[in-house]
C-alpha cells in the first residue's frame, strides 16, 4: 500500500522540481491572498455561500427537471440540445457535425470538461485541428502536456519556458519578453479565430429558466470563440445548471472573488441561442452538448452529492497544502487537488483512482475557502470507506493493512491488551534505542524515519504513573 | 506565584480521557492536565478502562472498526458529567464524527450524541466552561502556537488557548506566520505519503524558526510528535511542549 502509491512516486520528481516549486509557491500565495482579501469585502459572504450550496444542493435534488427545462428553454430559441451520456458520445457529436459541415479546424476556449473527455487528442485521431485560445491552455497544447491547475493550466512552466516554446514552434523572435509572448499568441490566434468555422466551449453556468449559457473568462478568447466561427458548440457538465437568472448574480460573486480574488472578470458572456434575424453577431447554429460521464452516478449517495456543487473556482487547491507542495500533475488525473480528489474516483471508479482519496492530512482548510461549503473532507472519508469496503469484498489480495486495523480494534476494546500492547511498544522502543537501525524492519517506522527523528516515548505509562501517584 | 483566577463555587466533575498516545508514551500531558484541573477546584477521575476514540481506523476508512472501539468509549463514559480531553483531534472525533457511526434514530446514536455533547477539548473546558485565564504558572520564555486542523476548522477553537497562553506569567507568546496551517501529520498520512507529510512540516518548521520561539506549544501531541521529529532531524534547536504542560509550570 504505503510503496504502490503512484502519487508517491511522483512527488519526489514534483518536490525536486524547483521551477515547479518557485511557480506554486508565488502564484498560489498570491491566489491566497487575493482570494482573500476579496471575500473580506463581502460582509454577507457567509450567507451568500450557503445560499450557493443550498441552490445547488436543491437543484441536484431534481437534476432531471431542470435539465429538461434548460432543454426546452434553448430549443425555443432556436439551439438544439445534445444528452451525452459518455465523453466518448460527446465527442463523436462534435466529429460528426464537423464533418458532416466540412470542417477541418475548430477552435476552443478553456474547458474542463474538455480535458475530461481527452476531446483534443480525439479529434486529432479524426484529423481535425482543435486550437486552444486561452493563452494558459495554448501553452499546454503546444507542449503537448495537460493542464496542471483549474485555472492556470500552465502554471508548472517558466516564462522562458513559455518564450523558448514559442521560438521552437511559432518562430518567435527569441526574447524573454512577457509582451512578445502575448503579441505572439495574440496574432497566431487571431488567425485562427477568423479561419475556424466552429467554435468549442465549456459553460460555467446554465439558467434553466431563460436558456442562457454563462461564460466567465478574462481573456476574451471565449467571446471571439462563440462570436467569429460560424458553429458553436457549448460542452456543459450536467451539473451546471442553475434555476434562475437572479441567482446568477450571487454565484457570479462566490465564483469570481474566489478563482481570482477579481470583483468581475474581463468578460462574462449571457448567450442565448444563435443569431437571430435582427442580430449582428452570434453563431448561425448554436448546439449544447449536456455531458454526464459519470456523474448521474455520483447523485444517488446524499452525502457525496454534494462533490457535484462544484463551480470549479480552484480555491481548495490554492489553500490546499498537498497541492501547494506538489502540484496538479503529480495527481495524474484531469481535476487535481482536494476538488480532484474527491471528484476522480467518482467520475471513475475508485479501482481507477484509488489513492484519491488518501493523498490528504484531512486538514479541512479546503472546505474553509469553498465558496459552496463542500464539506471536502468528508467526502474524503466516506471515500476512504468504501474504498476500504471494496477492497474487502473483492478480498484479491491480502491486505496487511486491514489485518492491522482488525487487530488494532481487539486491542483497544479491550484494556488488558491495550496495556500490554503499549508496555511491548515502549520495550521495543527501548531496545532500538534512538534512531535505531532495527527500525528498518517495520515499514512505517522505516517510513517515518526518512525525514523525520523517531519520537521519544516515556517509559512508563499515564496509568502506572498516576496509579503510584493516588497511592 | 499569583492567584488561580477561577474559583468554582459548585465541584464540578471531570472524567479525563488522557487518549491513547498520552496515556502510553507522553504522560507528562497527562500528568500536567490532570495537575491543572486540579488546581481549579475540579473533581478529576482516571477510568483504567480508557484505551482510544476510534480515529485512526475512522480518517483511514475502516470504518467497522472504528466503530467497535467507539462502544467501547462510550459505554466507559456514558455515565460522566463531563468528557475532558488534551486533544483537538481526538476531541473532534468525539464531538464531530462520533455519533455519525451509529444509524440515526438508534440509542447507540442517542447515546453517542450525549456523550459527545459532553466532551471539552481541554483548552476550551479551561476557557470557556470554568472561565479560567490564568492557572499561576510561570514560564519566562519565548513561545509560538501552532493551531492543530480539527481543533481550530472543525471545533472553532482559536482564542481559548490563546488566551491561557498569555495568562503564563513571563511568557513572551509571538505568532509565526500561517499559524493555523497545517503541519502535515494527518495521521497514518504521514507514514502512508512521507515526502509530501514531511515537505508540508518543512514549511512548518520553517514558520515556527521565525517567529524566534523556543518552544512551540500545540494542543495536539500527534503534532507535536512530527514538528518535534523534524525539528530534530534538522537540529533545530526548537523545543515542542503541549499546552497542559505550559498551563502546568507552578509549583504543587
Same mark, same amino acid.
Given at each position: 500500500m504505503i510503496r504502490s502509491m503512484r502519487i508517491n512516486r511522483n512527488v519526489e520528481a514534483a518536490l525536486a522540481n524547483q521551477q515547479l516549486q518557485k511557480n506554486l509557491r508565488s502564484t498560489l500565495g498570491k491566489s491566497v491572498r487575493m482570494r482573500n482579501e476579496s471575500v473580506a469585502e463581502v460582509p454577507n459572504w457567509d450567507e451568500l455561500s450557503q445560499y450557493a450550496r443550498d441552490v445547488k444542493l436543491h437543484t441536484l435534488s431534481r437534476l432531471d427537471h431542470y435539465l429538461e427545462m434548460l432543454e426546452q428553454k434553448v430549443k425555443a430559441q432556436g439551439g438544439k440540445v445534445i444528452w451525452a451520456e459518455t465523453g466518448q458520445e460527446a465527442v463523436q457529436f462534435i466529429v460528426d457535425l464537423a464533418r458532416q459541415r466540412k470542417i477541418g479546424k475548430l477552435v476552443k476556449s478553456k474547458s474542463m470538461l474538455s480535458e475530461e473527455i481527452h476531446l483534443n487528442s480525439m479529434l486529432e485521431r479524426a484529423q481535425i485541428e482543435s486550437i486552444e485560445t486561452d493563452l494558459g491552455e495554448y501553452v499546454v497544447q503546444l507542449a503537448g502536456e495537460t493542464p496542471s491547475h483549474l485555472l492556470a493550466p500552465a502554471l508548472h512552466k517558466s516564462r522562458e519556458e513559455i518564450a523558448d516554446l514559442f521560438v521552437r514552434e511559432l518562430g518567435m523572435m527569441p526574447s524573454g519578453d512577457v509582451d512578445e509572448i502575448t503579441a505572439t499568441s495574440r496574432r497566431v490566434l487571431r488567425e485562427h479565430f477568423l479561419t475556424a468555422r466552429m467554435g468549442v466551449t465549456g459553460v460555467n453556468f446554465g439558467v434553466a429558466e431563460t436558456g442562457t449559457i454563462v461564460i466567465v473568462e478574462n481573456e476574451g478568447n471565449a467571446r471571439l470563440s462563440v462570436s467569429v466561427p460560424r458553429i458553436h458548440v457549448a460542452l456543459m457538465g450536467i $451539473?451546471?445548471? =442553475?434555476? !434562475?437568472? !437572479?441567482?446568477l448574480a450571487v454565484f457570479l460573486k462566490l465564483l469570481i472573488r474566489s478563482a481570482t480574488g477579481q470583483k468581475m472578470t474581463s468578460y462574462v458572456s449571457c448567450l442565448n441561442g444563435p443569431r437571430r434575424s435582427e442580430e449582428l453577431d452570434g453563431p448561425e447554429e448554436f448546439y449544447l452538448v449536456l455531458v454526464d460521464n459519470g456523474r448521474s452516478k455520483i447523485l444517488a449517495d446524499r452525502s457525496l452529492r454534494q462533490t457535484l456543487a462544484c463551480i470549479r473556482c480552484g480555491a481548495c487547491q490554492n489553500i490546499c497544502p498537498v497541492y501547494q507542495r506538489i502540484?496538479?500533475?503529480?495527481?495524474?488525473?484531469?481535476y487535481q487537488g482536494p476538488i480532484g480528489a474527491i471528484l476522480t474516483p467518482q467520475l471513475t471508479s475508485l479501482a481507477a483512482a484509488p489513492e484519491h482519496a488518501f493523498a490528504s492530512s484531512l486538514c479541512g482548510a479546503c472546505q474553509e475557502v469553498c465558496p459552496v461549503k463542500i464539506e471536502i473532507p468528508l467526502v474524503l472519508l466516506k471515500l476512504r470507506e468504501q474504498a476500504q469496503n471494496e477492497k474487502k469484498r473483492r478480498a484479491t489480495h491480502f491486505s496487511p493493512e486491514r489485518l492491522v486495523m482488525g487487530l488494532w480494534a481487539q486491542v483497544m476494546c479491550s484494556p488488558a491488551l491495550y496495556v500490554g500492547f503499549g508496555r511491548w511498544i515502549r520495550w521495543v522502543w527501548k531496545i532500538l534505542g534512538e534512531n535505531g537501525s532495527r527500525g528498518q524492519l517495520l515499514a512505517p517506522l522505516s517510513s517515518w524515519k526518512k525525514h523525520r527523528d523517531l519520537p521519544r516515548l516515556a517509559a512508563r505509562s499515564f496509568r502506572e504513573l498516576y496509579r503510584s501517584s493516588e497511592e | 506565584m499569583s492567584a488561580v483566577s477561577c474559583q468554582l463555587s459548585v465541584v464540578m466533575k471531570v472524567s479525563l480521557f488522557v487518549t491513547c498516545l498520552v496515556d502510553q508514551f507522553f504522560p507528562q500531558v497527562g500528568l500536567s492536565a490532570l495537575k491543572v484541573l486540579k488546581k481549579c477546584g475540579v473533581e478529576v477521575d482516571f477510568d483504567p478502562r480508557q484505551t482510544c476514540c476510534g480515529q485512526p481506523a475512522f480518517n483511514s476508512g475502516f470504518v467497522e472498526e472504528s466503530r467497535e472501539v467507539a462502544e467501547h468509549f462510550i459505554g466507559i463514559y456514558g455515565d460522566s458529567e463531563n468528557i475532558v480531553v488534551p486533544s483537538g483531534s481526538c476531541a473532534t472525533m468525539i464531538k464531530s464524527f462520533l455519533p455519525s457511526l451509529f444509524a440515526e434514530g438508534s440509542l447507540k446514536r442517542q447515546r453517542a450524541e450525549e456523550v459527545s455533547q459532553r466532551t471539552f477539548e481541554l483548552s476550551d473546558f479551561l476557557s470557556s466552561v470554568l472561565g479560567l485565564t490564568n492557572t499561576g504558572a510561570r514560564f519566562p520564555q519565548v513561545v509560538t502556537y501552532h493551531d492543530s486542523c480539527h481543533l481550530v !476548522? $472543525?471545533?472553532? =477553537? !482559536?482564542?481559548q488557548p490563546r488566551q491561557l497562553i498569555r495568562g503564563v506569567e513571563g511568557v513572551d507568546f509571538r505568532e509565526m506566520e500561517n499559524c493555523d496551517r497545517c503541519c502535515g501529520f494527518g495521521g497514518t498520512f504521514s507514514v502512508k505519503s512521507p515526502d509530501i507529510s514531511a515537505a508540508i512540516g518543512d514549511e512548518k518548521v520553517q514558520w515556527i524558526k521565525e517567529s524566534g520561539a523556543d518552544y512551540v506549544i500545540a494542543n495536539d501531541v500527534s503534532c507535536l510528535m512530527h514538528i518535534e521529529g523534524l525539528l530534530r532531524r534538522k537540529q533545530i534547536p526548537v523545543k515542542t511542549m503541549h499546552l497542559a504542560e505550559l498551563l502546568a509550570q507552578f509549583d504543587d
Open positions: $451539473e451546471k445548471v =442553475i434555476p !434562475r437568472t !437572479r441567482d502540484g496538479g500533475h503529480a495527481y495524474e488525473s484531469t | !476548522r $472543525e471545533l472553532g =477553537i !482559536r482564542s
